[in-house]
C-alpha cells in the first residue's frame, strides 16, 4: 500500500509541474493585460508595476462588451443546442437502422469534416447572401452545418455502447421513437453532450473567419470581431488585445469548470439509469 | 402513433422556435437593399451608403467624421464598415461582393488591384479631389484616360533615427546625404553599442516580407523603372539594375541587426526595440508614428527623425514617397449611389471641415492640393512633406509588381538569404525568372 | 422476430430524425464545395464572370513546386501532431481520471489553451521561442535554444509545439468521456485479481477505450492537415516560404495572388488527399477496434 501511495503523490507533483508549465503562456496575457504599451515592451515577463484596469475599462468600452458579450453568447448557446439535440437524433437513426443509405450518409458526414474551410467560404457566402440570410441566425445554421459532422461521430461511437435491447423492450411497451430517443437515449448519453459542448463552445465562442464573413451589421458583432480591432496593419494594441482576451475567455473558462462537475454527475446519473 | 404525433409536435416546435429566431433577425438587413431601389428616384430621396474600408487606425475618426456629414445631409446615410486584423482585406472584400451586398465605397491597391476589379469601377474624373489629387498620385489608378480611385494620403519612409542615440554617439545625422556616410554612421553607433546602452544599431525584419520585398526592394527597382509604377505594371522583365547596391543595403541592415532576422517582426522591430531605445534606426516610414506616440508620447514628438534612403548611383538624399491605398467607386450601384459617394469623398479630401478631419484626426500626410504645411502634425509627416515639396522624392513602383511576387517571391527569398540558406545570385534568378513567368 | 419487423419497418421516423442536419451539412458544406470544384476546372478571380477552362489548373499544379512542398511540410507536420498529442493527451486523460489532488486543476490547465486563437497566440508564442528561448540560451549556452524561428527546422518545430499544446486539452476531453464510462467494477475487479498498473491498463482499460482512439486519430488528423491560423500568426511560411502549409498556400494563391480558381483546384487536391489518409486510417483502427 505504501508504494501506491508514494507512486500517488509523484504523480500529483508531476501533474501540478506540468499544470503549470501548460498555462505559463497564459501568465503573459494576464500580467500584461494590466501594464502600459511601454511597459509591456520593456518588461513582458515581470509583474506589472501596479493593478492597473485602465486597460480593461478601455477595452470594455470599445468591445461595446455588453452588445457583443449577448451576440457571442446567443450564437454560441443557440448553435450548440441545436447541434447537440440533432446531431444524436441523426446519430441514433444511422446507428440503429442498418441500411445501405445509414452507411453512406454516416461517411458522407465524416468525411465532410475533411474539406477545407478556406475552400468553401467564397461560393457559402455567395449562396447565403442570395437568400439574404446573412445573419445572426444565419451563422448558428452555418455552424450547425459545419459543427453536425463532428457531433454526428461523437454520439456514433457513444451510441454503440448503449444496448438496443433498451430500445427494443420500449418499442414493445408501445414508444414512439422520439420518445425513446428523447427520454431514454439522450439522457444515456449526456456524457457524450457535454463532452461536444466542451470541444464546440471553444471553437464558437472564439470563431474570427466565419463571423467575420457573415455578419456585418455593426450591433451583431462578437467578441472576437471586436478584439480584432485592437489590431490593425501597423498598430497592434496588445495591452488591450490582452485585456480584451482575458474578459472573453473568462466565460468559457468558468462553464469548464460547471461542466466538469456536471460531468462527473451525468455519469454516475447515467450509470443509475443503466 | 399518438406519441409518435406528440414527438413530431416537439419536433415541429423546435424547428418553428428555429425558424422564429430566423426571420427576427433576418427582417433587420433587408434596408440594405434600399440603396438600389430607388434607382430611378431624384437626388432628394434618402440614399444609402456602404463603405468597406481596411485601415483601422482612423475608424472612429472616420465615423466621427460620417456623423457630421450626415447631419449636414440629411438625406445621405452611410454605413461604415472596417475590416479588423490588418491583413485580410482582399478576401474580405471578394467574400463582401460575391455575398450580394456589394459596398458602395471600397478601396483598391494600384494598377493590379485596378486590373481584377475595373468591371466595378466607376471613373473618378470629375471629381474634385481628383483634380485636387497631387501631381503624379493618380497614375497607378489612370487607365485610358479614366481615373478609378482617389488616394488616402502620401506615406514615405526612410531610416527613422533616434535623435538621442545619435547624438551621444557625436553623429550629426543631417550629415548622412549618402550611402557611405550612412556605412561610416552605422560603424561608429556599432563601436559605441556599450555605452550607447544598444543591443545593434539596426532592427531588420526580414520575417515581415512587405518590409523587405515591398519596400526596401522598391527603392532599388524605382530607378529601373523611372520612379513609374505603370513601367513597372507593363514591365515584362526586370533587371536588377541596382541589384548590388540593393545586397549592399540588406547586408548592412542585417549585419549590424538583432539577430536572427529571419525571425524579427514588425511589432518587435518598431515597439520592443526602436521604441525602447534598443536600436538606433530602423527602415519604416510615417505610419509608425501613432504607433510610437502611443507608447511614448514626448519620444516620438522628439526624439525621432527620418534619414532618406540612399540609392548609391541614384538618389542619395531622397526619400521613397508614394500613395498607399485608394478610395474607389463602385460602378454597379445606381447613378445617385454614386454621385452621393462622390460628394461625400469631395467633401472628405477638398471641403474646410474635411481638411481639417483629414490631418488633425486622420493625421495623414494629404496626398492633395490646397494644404497648408504647418496642418500636418507629426514630425515624420512633416518631414516627408517639406522633402516633397523641394523634390527630394522618388516614386514608389511596388504596386506594379506582378500579384504576390514582392512578398512571396522575393520578400520569402531574401528570408533564406539572410538565414545562410541561399545565394544571393539565386534570390536574383529566381526572382526575374518569376517576374518573367508571372507577365507571360 | 415480430419486434425486428418492427424495428426496420417504419422508415419516416428514420428520416425524420436525420434530415436537418443532413440538410444543413448539404447547405453549409456539399453545395459550396461543389460550387468550388466547378471554380476549380475555370479561370475565376473571385469577380470576374468564370470560363470554363477544363483541367488547366490541375496541370499547371505539376510544376508547382511551392505547392508540393507545402504538402510535404504538412504530411511531416502532422504525422509528429498525431503521434504527440494522442500520446500526451491520453497520458493526461489518465493522469487526471485517477484520484489525485488538484485534479479538477489539472484538467482545467490542460485545457485552457483551446481557448485562445490566431493572432493573440501567435504574438505569445512568438515571443516564448525568440525571446524566452533566446534568453535562456543565453544565459545557459544551450546553443539549440537560440534562433527560434529563424530556419526551417526550429520553424517546423514551433508549429508542433504551439499545436500540440493546443489540442491535447482537446483530445485529452475525448479520451475522458471515454475512461470515465468504464465501470469502475472492472477496474477494481482487475485489482483483485492483483493486476498491476500497466497490466490494468493494457489488459482492463485499453481495449475499452479504442473507439476514442478511432474518433481523436481522425480529428487529430483532419486538424493538423487543416490547420491555418497558428500558421499564419507564427511562421507565415518564413523563412522563404519552407514553414508554408497547404491552406496557407492555398489561401495566399486565392487572394493574394488571385488565383481563386487555381485556389480551389489545390484544395480539390488536398481534400483527395486527406480523405484517402482517412479513410485508410479509420479502416485500420476500426478493424483493430473489433479484432479486441
Same mark, same amino acid.
Given at each position: 500500500?505504501?508504494?501506491?501511495?508514494?507512486?500517488?503523490?509523484?504523480?500529483?507533483?508531476?501533474?501540478?509541474?506540468?499544470?503549470?508549465?501548460?498555462?505559463?503562456?497564459?501568465?503573459?496575457?494576464?500580467?500584461?493585460?494590466?501594464?502600459?504599451?511601454?511597459?509591456?515592451?520593456?518588461?513582458?515577463?515581470?509583474?506589472?508595476?501596479?493593478?492597473?484596469?485602465?486597460?480593461?475599462?478601455?477595452?470594455?468600452?470599445?468591445?461595446?462588451?455588453?452588445?457583443?458579450?449577448?451576440?457571442?453568447?446567443?450564437?454560441?448557446?443557440?448553435?450548440?443546442?441545436?447541434?447537440?439535440?440533432?446531431?444524436?437524433?441523426?446519430?441514433?437513426?444511422?446507428?440503429?437502422?442498418?441500411?445501405?443509405?445509414?452507411?453512406?450518409?454516416?461517411?458522407?458526414?465524416?468525411?465532410?469534416?475533411?474539406?477545407?474551410?478556406?475552400?468553401?467560404?467564397?461560393?457559402?457566402?455567395?449562396?447565403?447572401?442570395?437568400?439574404?440570410?446573412?445573419?445572426?441566425?444565419?451563422?448558428?445554421?452555418?455552424?450547425?452545418?459545419?459543427?453536425?459532422?463532428?457531433?454526428?461521430?461523437?454520439?456514433?461511437?457513444?451510441?454503440?455502447?448503449?444496448?438496443?435491447?433498451?430500445?427494443?423492450?420500449?418499442?414493445?411497451?408501445?414508444?414512439?421513437?422520439?420518445?425513446?430517443?428523447?427520454?431514454?437515449?439522450?439522457?444515456?448519453?449526456?456524457?457524450?453532450?457535454?463532452?461536444?459542448?466542451?470541444?464546440?463552445?471553444?471553437?464558437?465562442?472564439?470563431?474570427?473567419?466565419?463571423?467575420?464573413?457573415?455578419?456585418?451589421?455593426?450591433?451583431?458583432?462578437?467578441?472576437?470581431?471586436?478584439?480584432?480591432?485592437?489590431?490593425?496593419?501597423?498598430?497592434?494594441?496588445?495591452?488591450?488585445?490582452?485585456?480584451?482576451?482575458?474578459?472573453?475567455?473568462?466565460?468559457?473558462?468558468?462553464?469548464?469548470?460547471?461542466?466538469?462537475?456536471?460531468?462527473?454527475?451525468?455519469?454516475?446519473?447515467?450509470?443509475?439509469?443503466? | 402513433?399518438?406519441?409518435?404525433?406528440?414527438?413530431?409536435?416537439?419536433?415541429?416546435?423546435?424547428?418553428?422556435?428555429?425558424?422564429?429566431?430566423?426571420?427576427?433577425?433576418?427582417?433587420?438587413?433587408?434596408?440594405?437593399?434600399?440603396?438600389?431601389?430607388?434607382?430611378?428616384?431624384?437626388?432628394?430621396?434618402?440614399?444609402?451608403?456602404?463603405?468597406?474600408?481596411?485601415?483601422?487606425?482612423?475608424?472612429?475618426?472616420?465615423?466621427? +467624421?460620417?456623423?457630421?456629414?450626415?447631419?449636414?445631409?440629411?438625406?445621405?446615410?452611410?454605413?461604415?464598415?472596417?475590416?479588423?486584423?490588418?491583413?485580410?482585406?482582399?478576401?474580405?472584400?471578394?467574400?463582401?461582393?460575391?455575398?450580394?451586398?456589394?459596398?458602395?465605397?471600397?478601396?483598391?491597391?494600384?494598377?493590379?488591384?485596378?486590373?481584377?476589379?475595373?468591371?466595378?469601377?466607376?471613373?473618378?474624373?470629375?471629381?474634385?479631389?481628383?483634380?485636387?489629387?497631387?501631381?503624379?498620385?493618380?497614375?497607378?489608378?489612370?487607365?485610358?484616360?479614366?481615373?478609378?480611385?482617389?488616394?488616402?494620403?502620401?506615406?514615405?519612409?526612410?531610416?527613422?533615427?533616434?535623435?538621442?542615440?545619435?547624438?551621444?554617439?557625436?553623429?550629426?545625422?543631417?550629415?548622412?546625404?549618402?550611402?557611405?556616410?550612412?556605412?561610416?554612421?552605422?560603424?561608429?553607433?556599432?563601436?559605441?553599442?556599450?555605452?550607447?546602452?544598444?543591443? +545593434?544599431?539596426?532592427?531588420?525584419?526580414?520575417?515581415?516580407?512587405?518590409?523587405?520585398?515591398?519596400?526596401?526592394?522598391?527603392?532599388?527597382?524605382?530607378?529601373?523603372?523611372?520612379?513609374?509604377?505603370?513601367?513597372?505594371?507593363?514591365?515584362?522583365?526586370?533587371?536588377?539594375?541596382?541589384?548590388?547596391?540593393?545586397?549592399?543595403?540588406?547586408?548592412?541592415?542585417?549585419?549590424?541587426?538583432?539577430?536572427?532576422?529571419?525571425?524579427?517582426?514588425?511589432?518587435?522591430?518598431?515597439?520592443?526595440?526602436?521604441?525602447?531605445?534598443?536600436?538606433?534606426?530602423?527602415?519604416?516610414?510615417?505610419?509608425?508614428?501613432?504607433?510610437?506616440?502611443?507608447?511614448?508620447?514626448?519620444?516620438?514628438?522628439?526624439?525621432?527623425?527620418?534619414?532618406?534612403?540612399?540609392?548609391?548611383?541614384?538618389?542619395?538624399?531622397?526619400?521613397?514617397?508614394?500613395?498607399?491605398?485608394?478610395?474607389?467607386?463602385?460602378?454597379?450601384?445606381? +447613378?445617385?449611389?454614386?454621385?452621393?459617394?462622390?460628394?461625400?469623398?469631395?467633401?472628405?479630401?477638398?471641403?474646410?471641415?474635411?481638411?481639417?478631419?483629414?490631418?488633425?484626426?486622420?493625421?495623414?500626410?494629404? +496626398?492633395?492640393?490646397?494644404?497648408?504645411?504647418?496642418?500636418?502634425?507629426?514630425?515624420?509627416?512633416?518631414?516627408?512633406?517639406?522633402?516633397?515639396?523641394?523634390?527630394?522624392?522618388?516614386?514608389?513602383?511596388?504596386?506594379?509588381?506582378?500579384?504576390?511576387?514582392?512578398?512571396?517571391?522575393?520578400?520569402?527569398?531574401?528570408?533564406?538569404?539572410?538565414?545562410?540558406?541561399?545565394?544571393?545570385?539565386?534570390?536574383?534568378?529566381?526572382?526575374?525568372?518569376?517576374?518573367?513567368?508571372?507577365?507571360? | 422476430?415480430?419486434?425486428?419487423?418492427?424495428?426496420?419497418?417504419?422508415?419516416?421516423?428514420?428520416?425524420?430524425?436525420?434530415?436537418?442536419?443532413?440538410?444543413?451539412?448539404?447547405?453549409?458544406?456539399?453545395?459550396?464545395?461543389?460550387?468550388?470544384?466547378?471554380?476549380?476546372?475555370?479561370?475565376?478571380?473571385?469577380?470576374?464572370?468564370?470560363?470554363?477552362?477544363?483541367?488547366?489548373?490541375?496541370?499547371?499544379?505539376?510544376?508547382?513546386?511551392?505547392?508540393?512542398?507545402?504538402?510535404?511540410?504538412?504530411?511531416?507536420?502532422?504525422?509528429?501532431?498525431?503521434?504527440?498529442?494522442?500520446?500526451?493527451?491520453?497520458?493526461?486523460?489518465?493522469?487526471?481520471?485517477?484520484?489525485?489532488?488538484?485534479?479538477?486543476?489539472?484538467?482545467?490547465?490542460?485545457?485552457?489553451?483551446?481557448?485562445?486563437?490566431?493572432?493573440?497566440?501567435?504574438?505569445?508564442?512568438?515571443?516564448?521561442?525568440?525571446?524566452?528561448? #533566446?534568453?535562456?540560451?543565453?544565459?545557459?549556452?544551450?546553443?539549440?535554444?537560440?534562433?527560434?524561428?529563424?530556419?526551417?527546422?526550429?520553424?517546423?518545430?514551433?508549429?508542433?509545439?504551439?499545436?500540440?499544446?493546443?489540442?491535447?486539452?482537446?483530445?485529452?476531453?475525448?479520451?475522458?468521456?471515454?475512461?470515465?464510462?468504464?465501470?469502475?467494477?472492472?477496474?477494481?475487479?482487475?485489482?483483485?485479481?492483483?493486476?498491476?498498473?500497466?497490466? #490494468?491498463?493494457?489488459?482492463?482499460?485499453?481495449?475499452?477505450?479504442?473507439?476514442?482512439?478511432?474518433?481523436?486519430?481522425?480529428?487529430?488528423?483532419?486538424?493538423?492537415?487543416?490547420?491555418?491560423?497558428?500558421?499564419?500568426?507564427?511562421?507565415?511560411?518564413?523563412?522563404?516560404?519552407?514553414?508554408?502549409?497547404?491552406?496557407?498556400?492555398?489561401? #495566399?494563391?486565392?487572394?493574394?495572388?488571385?488565383?481563386?480558381?487555381?485556389?480551389?483546384?489545390?484544395?480539390?487536391?488536398?481534400?483527395?488527399?486527406?480523405?484517402?489518409?482517412?479513410?485508410?486510417?479509420?479502416?485500420?483502427?476500426?478493424?483493430?477496434?473489433?479484432?479486441?
Amino acid at each position: 500500500m505504501k508504494k501506491v501511495h508514494v507512486q500517488k503523490y509523484l504523480l500529483t507533483i508531476l501533474g501540478i509541474v506540468l499544470s503549470l508549465i501548460w498555462i505559463s503562456p497564459f501568465y503573459i496575457i494576464l500580467v500584461n493585460s494590466f501594464k502600459t504599451k511601454l511597459e509591456l515592451f520593456t518588461n513582458t515577463l515581470s509583474l506589472p508595476k501596479s493593478l492597473m484596469l485602465d486597460n480593461y475599462k478601455t477595452a470594455a468600452a470599445n468591445l461595446n462588451l455588453s452588445e457583443a458579450f449577448s451576440n457571442t453568447l446567443i450564437i454560441t448557446v443557440f448553435s450548440i443546442l441545436i447541434i447537440a439535440i440533432f446531431s444524436s437524433m441523426t446519430a441514433y437513426a444511422l446507428q440503429r437502422v442498418k441500411k445501405k443509405s445509414s452507411v453512406i450518409i454516416y461517411m458522407i458526414f465524416t468525411v465532410a469534416m475533411l474539406i477545407p474551410f478556406q475552400s468553401v467560404m467564397i461560393p457559402l457566402v455567395a449562396e447565403f447572401g442570395k437568400f439574404h440570410f446573412l445573419t445572426r441566425s444565419g451563422l448558428v445554421f452555418m455552424y450547425l452545418g459545419f459543427g453536425s459532422s463532428l457531433g454526428v461521430f461523437l454520439y456514433y461511437g457513444a451510441l454503440k455502447g448503449i444496448p438496443t435491447s433498451l430500445d427494443e423492450a420500449a418499442l414493445i411497451d408501445g414508444c414512439s421513437r422520439f420518445r425513446i430517443y428523447w427520454n431514454i437515449i439522450l439522457p444515456l448519453l449526456n456524457p457524450t453532450t457535454i463532452t461536444l459542448a466542451v470541444l464546440d463552445i471553444m471553437w464558437i465562442w472564439n470563431d474570427y473567419l466565419l463571423p467575420s464573413l457573415v455578419i456585418n451589421k455593426v450591433g451583431s458583432r462578437t467578441l472576437p470581431l471586436m478584439i480584432f480591432y485592437f489590431f490593425s496593419q501597423y498598430t497592434k494594441q496588445w495591452n488591450l488585445g490582452m485585456a480584451g482576451l482575458t474578459i472573453a475567455i473568462l466565460p468559457v473558462v468558468i462553464f469548464y469548470f460547471l461542466a466538469q462537475r456536471k460531468l462527473v454527475t451525468a455519469i454516475i446519473a447515467g450509470a443509475v439509469k443503466q | 402513433m399518438s406519441r409518435f404525433g406528440k414527438g413530431l409536435a416537439l419536433l415541429l416546435v423546435l424547428l418553428m422556435a428555429f425558424s422564429v429566431l430566423i426571420s427576427g433577425c433576418g427582417s433587420k438587413s433587408t434596408d440594405q437593399s434600399n440603396a438600389s431601389q430607388s434607382k430611378t428616384e431624384t437626388t432628394n430621396k434618402p440614399v444609402t451608403l456602404d463603405i468597406f474600408q481596411f485601415k483601422v487606425e482612423i475608424k472612429d475618426a472616420l465615423q466621427n +467624421a460620417i456623423n457630421t456629414y450626415m447631419k449636414e445631409n440629411p438625406n445621405v446615410k452611410i454605413n461604415l464598415e472596417t475590416v479588423g486584423g490588418g491583413q485580410d482585406y482582399g478576401a474580405a472584400l471578394k467574400a463582401k461582393f460575391n455575398s450580394g451586398s456589394e459596398p458602395a465605397i471600397f478601396n483598391v491597391g494600384g494598377p493590379q488591384d485596378v486590373a481584377t476589379w475595373k468591371p466595378k469601377l466607376a471613373d473618378l474624373s470629375d471629381t474634385k479631389a481628383a483634380k485636387e489629387a497631387i501631381n503624379g498620385t493618380l497614375t497607378g489608378v489612370t487607365q485610358d484616360g479614366k481615373i478609378y480611385g482617389l488616394p488616402f494620403d502620401l506615406e514615405g519612409y526612410g531610416l527613422i533615427y533616434n535623435k538621442q542615440i545619435f547624438s551621444k554617439a557625436g553623429i550629426d545625422p543631417s550629415s548622412i546625404k549618402t550611402f557611405d556616410a550612412l556605412v561610416n554612421a552605422v560603424k561608429t553607433l556599432d563601436s559605441k553599442k556599450k555605452e550607447l546602452g544598444i543591443e +545593434a544599431v539596426f532592427a531588420f525584419p526580414a520575417k515581415e516580407t512587405w518590409v523587405t520585398g515591398l519596400h526596401l526592394s522598391n527603392a532599388f527597382l524605382s530607378p529601373e523603372f523611372d520612379g513609374d509604377v505603370m513601367k513597372a505594371f507593363n514591365s515584362k522583365t526586370v533587371e536588377f539594375k541596382y541589384g548590388d547596391a540593393m545586397k549592399q543595403m540588406i547586408d548592412l541592415q542585417n549585419k549590424y541587426s538583432v539577430q536572427p532576422t529571419a525571425s524579427l517582426d514588425y511589432s518587435t522591430q518598431v515597439e520592443k526595440l526602436f521604441g525602447t531605445g534598443k536600436v538606433a534606426m530602423i527602415q519604416q516610414g510615417n505610419w509608425v508614428y501613432p504607433t510610437l506616440e502611443s507608447l511614448d508620447k514626448n519620444f516620438a514628438e522628439n526624439d525621432i527623425g527620418m534619414l532618406p534612403y540612399p540609392v548609391p548611383g541614384y538618389k542619395e538624399d531622397s526619400y521613397p514617397e508614394g500613395v498607399p491605398m485608394y478610395w474607389a467607386v463602385n460602378s454597379d450601384k445606381p +447613378a445617385e449611389v454614386q454621385k452621393a459617394a462622390k460628394d461625400f469623398l469631395d467633401w472628405l479630401y477638398t471641403s474646410d471641415e474635411g481638411k481639417q478631419i483629414v490631418t488633425q484626426q486622420f493625421k495623414f500626410v494629404p +496626398a492633395y492640393n490646397g494644404y497648408s504645411a504647418d496642418s500636418i502634425s507629426d514630425p515624420l509627416g512633416m518631414q516627408l512633406f517639406v522633402a516633397a515639396s523641394q523634390g527630394k522624392t522618388y516614386g514608389w513602383v511596388f504596386m506594379g509588381y506582378p500579384n504576390n511576387w514582392g512578398q512571396n517571391v522575393l520578400g520569402a527569398d531574401i528570408q533564406l538569404y539572410v538565414n545562410g540558406s541561399l545565394t544571393w545570385d539565386k534570390v536574383i534568378s529566381h526572382a526575374k525568372q518569376a517576374w518573367a513567368d508571372a507577365r507571360k | 422476430m415480430i419486434k425486428k419487423a418492427k424495428f426496420f419497418k417504419n422508415g419516416i421516423w428514420y428520416w425524420l430524425f436525420i434530415a436537418p442536419t443532413l440538410l444543413s451539412l448539404i447547405i453549409v458544406v456539399l453545395i459550396p464545395f461543389i460550387i468550388g470544384i466547378y471554380y476549380s476546372f475555370t479561370d475565376w478571380n473571385g469577380i470576374n464572370q468564370p470560363v470554363f477552362i477544363g483541367l488547366k489548373n490541375f496541370i499547371a499544379l505539376k510544376g508547382d513546386t511551392e505547392f508540393w512542398n507545402s504538402i510535404f511540410f504538412t504530411a511531416k507536420f502532422a504525422v509528429a501532431c498525431i503521434v504527440i498529442i494522442n500520446v500526451v493527451g491520453l497520458s493526461f486523460a489518465m493522469l487526471v481520471t485517477r484520484k489525485i489532488f488538484a485534479r479538477n486543476f489539472m484538467r482545467t490547465a490542460f485545457y485552457l489553451p483551446n481557448l485562445i486563437g490566431g493572432l493573440i497566440l501567435g504574438f505569445i508564442w512568438n515571443f516564448i521561442f525568440v525571446d524566452v528561448f #533566446q534568453t535562456i540560451s543565453d544565459a545557459t549556452h544551450i546553443g539549440w535554444l537560440g534562433g527560434w524561428l529563424s530556419t526551417t527546422n526550429t520553424g517546423f518545430w514551433g508549429l508542433v509545439i504551439v499545436t500540440s499544446w493546443q489540442m491535447i486539452g482537446y483530445v485529452m476531453v475525448i479520451y475522458i468521456a471515454y475512461i470515465e464510462s468504464i465501470p469502475t467494477d472492472l477496474i477494481e475487479a482487475s485489482k483483485i485479481d492483483g493486476a498491476n498498473s500497466w497490466q #490494468q491498463f493494457r489488459n482492463v482499460v485499453f481495449p475499452l477505450i479504442a473507439p476514442a482512439f478511432t474518433v481523436s486519430l481522425f480529428i487529430t488528423l483532419s486538424n493538423s492537415f487543416k490547420l491555418f491560423d497558428q500558421n499564419l500568426s507564427l511562421t507565415a511560411g518564413a523563412p522563404g516560404n519552407t514553414t508554408q502549409m497547404i491552406t496557407l498556400n492555398i489561401y #495566399q494563391t486565392a487572394f493574394s495572388a488571385q488565383e481563386m480558381a487555381v485556389g480551389q483546384a489545390k484544395a480539390v487536391i488536398m481534400f483527395l488527399i486527406i480523405a484517402v489518409i482517412s479513410i485508410i486510417q479509420v479502416y485500420l483502427t476500426q478493424k483493430r477496434e473489433v479484432e479486441m
